[in-house]
Structure formats: structure tokens, C-alpha cells
């Protein structure tokens, strides 16, 4: 699956982009479908540079039939994210917590100025691979496989999409 989405966000870009980098346990609260996010390090490479790894909660409505078999933990994911303060530019990389292989993703996000605004754009490729979840039946895999994978697809996409909403509101409470 790929994911692309830009928004227009009213507010200089080296706001924007310090907001995201710096306060985004903040911001979660305005992201669809997420508990909290928690910031779990941050390094400093350079002036620069910096990787800052974040753990991110979603909530998320379980199908009775594969409640059994998702734990909490299934709906949380890592964060690795590389930033590049002289681009305005963050890579990172997704990974569950509950089961390494259970998607991939990659992506960045650009700030980029727009006149006294700020552009966002977000990319990123998300792979799924529901068959992978521990202690799912053989038998019931071929069934609970495509829920799985929808699941997850729910979890990532809103909340990769909607950062510029969510930026939105939470400048209001700012003002």
C-alpha cells in the first residue's frame, strides 16, 4: 500500500516542523484512533541531525472472531525516525512491537514553506502481512488473515494521513 497525503497548514514551517519533531506526545491527542504516543529516545548525531524513536498506541475495534489472538501490544508500533533539520525532512521506519514481521513501513515527511504556510507532505509504503500473527490457528488463518491485515490498515493509515488536521487543532489550543 502506498500513502501519499499534503496539507496546508497556516503557520510558519519552522514552527510546524519543531512542533512535529519536538511535541509530538503533544499532537497525539488530536490524531484519530491514537491512546498517546511516548518519545522512548532521542539522540542527537549533530547540529543537525537527530533520531528520535517514538512509541505510538492506537485503539482499535477487534472483530470478536480474532480477539483471542491480538493482544494489546498488536496495536502499538515503533517509530524510528531520522530527522534533518537543514531539509526540513524526516524518514523513519515503522515496526509492531508485538511481532516484527507483522508489516513493514517506510516513508518521510517534508515541510516545505508555502508563502507564510507550511506544506506536508507524507509518503510512506506499508506492507501487511496478517499471516504472520503468533498463535493463530492454521486453520483459522486463511479467515482471520484478511481481518488481521485490514486491521492494521486501519490502525496506520488515518493516522499518517490526518498529522496536518491534527497539527491544525492542536495550533488552536496553541493561540
Known amino acids: 500500500?502506498?500513502?501519499?497525503?499534503?496539507?496546508?497548514i497556516e503557520a510558519p514551517v519552522e514552527q510546524i516542523y519543531l512542533l512535529v519533531r519536538d511535541q509530538l506526545p503533544e499532537i497525539a491527542k488530536y490524531l484519530p484512533s491514537i491512546q498517546k504516543i511516548e518519545t522512548i529516545s532521542m539522540r542527537e548525531i549533530d547540529a543537525t541531525h537527530r533520531?528520535?524513536?517514538?512509541?505510538?498506541?492506537?485503539?482499535?475495534?477487534?472483530?470478536?472472531?480474532?480477539?483471542?489472538?491480538?493482544?494489546?501490544?498488536?496495536?502499538?508500533?515503533?517509530?524510528?525516525?531520522?530527522?534533518?533539520?537543514?531539509?526540513?525532512?524526516?524518514?523513519y521506519k515503522l515496526a509492531s512491537f508485538f511481532a516484527n514481521d507483522l508489516f513493514s513501513a517506510t516513508g518521510s515527511n517534508l515541510f516545505e514553506a508555502d508563502g507564510k504556510a507550511t506544506r506536508l507532505t507524507v509518503t510512506c509504503h506499508v506492507e501487511i502481512?496478517?499471516?504472520?500473527?503468533?498463535?493463530?490457528?492454521?486453520?483459522?488463518?486463511?479467515?482471520?488473515?484478511?481481518?488481521?491485515?485490514?486491521?492494521?490498515?486501519?490502525?496506520?493509515?488515518?493516522?499518517?494521513?490526518?498529522?496536518?488536521?491534527?497539527?491544525?487543532?492542536?495550533?488552536?489550543?496553541?493561540?
Open 1 to 8: 500500500m502506498e500513502l501519499q497525503h499534503t496539507d496546508r
Open 51 to 91: 533520531e528520535i524513536e517514538n512509541r505510538w498506541y492506537a485503539q482499535v475495534e477487534v472483530p470478536a472472531l480474532v480477539q483471542k489472538f491480538l493482544p494489546p501490544e498488536m496495536f502499538s508500533w515503533k517509530d524510528m525516525a531520522k530527522w534533518d533539520d537543514t531539509t526540513r525532512c524526516v524518514t
Open 129 to 175: 502481512h496478517g499471516d504472520k500473527v503468533p498463535g493463530v490457528p492454521w486453520l483459522l488463518a486463511s479467515k482471520v488473515t484478511p481481518m488481521i491485515e485490514k486491521m492494521i490498515e486501519k490502525m496506520i493509515e488515518p493516522n499518517l494521513t490526518s498529522l496536518g488536521k491534527g497539527l491544525k487543532a492542536y495550533l488552536k489550543t496553541l493561540r
